[in-house]
């Protein structure tokens, strides 16, 4: 067994290794509080995670007469209504659209990997405010703007053999246990 652990350990240094920190691309972009869905520059990559952070102390508003000093790009917690850019999210939160169907809740900071498919798409950022107008006057009051900073960082597959001798005792919880990890 303690050879087992080795191996494992020795897979998590090299998949460490693999994904270091090389070819991390940061942008910054500033979303503004009264337009809908922007694009940026930034086109995603393939096996990549994008990760972003916008600064506590970076405000905005969904509507200048109720929230005059702003708030966070994690917006408040009240649940958006239908008509809203993410319905059931954050009223104010920072949203991202990665095509017509991907829409991430983003708010001050997270990360999400970019699916196959999804790569050389822009990235487009909104806030979550009523896209038609229906219960107030959408985006045409909001206020103010945020600045966001995108990273995309490599996830590289790697792909690692096992070999173990057939007959060579504890086999069946050897191999247990490497398919726990690959699941």
């Known amino acids: 067994m303690n050879k087992f652990v080795h191996i494992i350990a020795f897979t998590i240094l090299v998949i460490f290794i693999v994904n270091g920190p090389k070819d991390v691309s940061a942008e910054i972009v500033v979303v503004h509080a009264d337009q ?19 600064k ?25 209504l239908e008509s809203y850019s993410l319905p059931g999210e954050n009223i ?3 949203l991202g659209k ?9 708010g001050l900071s997270g990360s999400a990997y970019v699916l196959p498919g999804d790569e050389g798409n822009y990235l487009y950022l909104s806030m979550n405010d009523d896209l038609i107008g229906k219960f107030g006057e959408g985006f045409r009051d909001n206020s103010d703007e945020i600045t966001v900073t995108i990273t995309q960082t490599p996830r590289n597959i790697v792909n690692i053999g096992v070999f173990v001798i057939d007959g060579s005792p504890d086999l069946s919880s050897i191999t247990d246990n490497i398919q726990e990890v690959i699941d």
């Open 92 to 94: 104010g939160m920072l």
């Open 36 to 54: 809908a869905w922007q694009m940026t520059d930034i086109i995603l990559k393939k096996n990549h995670i994008i990760n972003w952070e916008v």
């Open 56 to 80: 506590e102390d970076d405000y905005w508003s969904f509507n200048s007469t109720m929230f005059p000093d702003g708030h966070t790009a994690d917006g408040i917690p009240v649940p958006a």
């Open 98 to 106: 990665i095509n017509d169907d991907m829409v991430l809740s983003m």
